[in-house]
């Protein structure tokens, strides 16, 4: 297993460019999610899908669309990058084990808006 | 406002030396809660998850406690090695067991 995988792992845009950060899992993970990590801050959720065809909001989720047309891919898209929206992405994956989420986080995409 | 405190934010230790780091949470209602290691330039991993329900939980040289009265974590490592230096995140769900508030993590600098 690959388990869960990003692209590109660093990214630099200008502002109002779009772009769109990749997440694939290869678990058959229903839960997939987004978070963004800045300096000083805990994670923040973004967005998350619990299976495919369904998404919903996170905490922050003003500038970013995603999608889930599969079970494997999870794609967030930056409509118009912001430098704002500078910061370190991660995409998770979780199972239920008993009554809580195993998560399982990729490597991170580091991007920067200019 | 549910909220997860960890201190110290950094600490500095010794080769071989033992370190405890604290999480203080006020997410109610309360579902579980995880402590996770990221190394430098990684996604977080998890170390351990507790419900409600449990003390203490190890995996290898750590060791997590749980006071769900308190509200508060604590990690234990034990016998400190240059590959503990990360950031540890302690990570609390509400009831709904989706819904995680992270902390902003300690930064654990193991020397030589």
């Known amino acids: 297993n690959a388990g869960v995988t990003q692209t590109p792992k660093f990214q630099v845009l200008k502002t109002g460019q779009s772009m769109t950060l990749q997440c694939a899992q290869d678990m058959n993970h229903e839960y997939m999610s987004w978070y963004r990590q800045d300096p000083g801050m805990g994670l923040r959720l973004i967005h998350y899908?619990?299976?495919?065809?369904?998404?919903d909001q996170g905490e922050v989720p003003n500038g970013y669309n995603v999608s889930r047309s599969t079970t494997e891919d999870f794609p967030l898209r930056l409509l118009s990058a912001a430098p704002s929206q500078t910061s370190v992405y991660f995409c998770a994956s979780s199972y239920l084990l008993g009554s809580t989420y195993e998560q399982y986080f990729g490597p991170g995409t580091r991007l920067t808006v200019t | 406002k549910n909220q997860v405190e960890q201190s110290p934010q950094s600490l500095i230790i010794l080769e071989g030396k033992n370190c405890t780091l604290q999480c203080n949470y006020t997410v109610s209602p309360f579902s579980n809660l995880r402590w996770y290691k990221q190394d430098t330039g990684r996604g977080p991993v998890s170390l351990t998850i507790m419900t409600f329900s449990e003390n203490t939980k190890s995996n290898g040289r750590y060791t997590a406690t749980l006071d769900a009265d308190t509200k508060q974590s604590s990690l234990h490592i034990t016998a400190s090695q240059l590959s503990d230096s990360a950031s540890y995140i302690c990570v609390v769900s509400g009831q709904a067991g989706t819904a995680l508030i992270f902390g902003k993590g300690t930064t654990l600098s193991v020397s030589s």
């Open positions: 899908s619990v299976g495919a065809g369904i998404t």
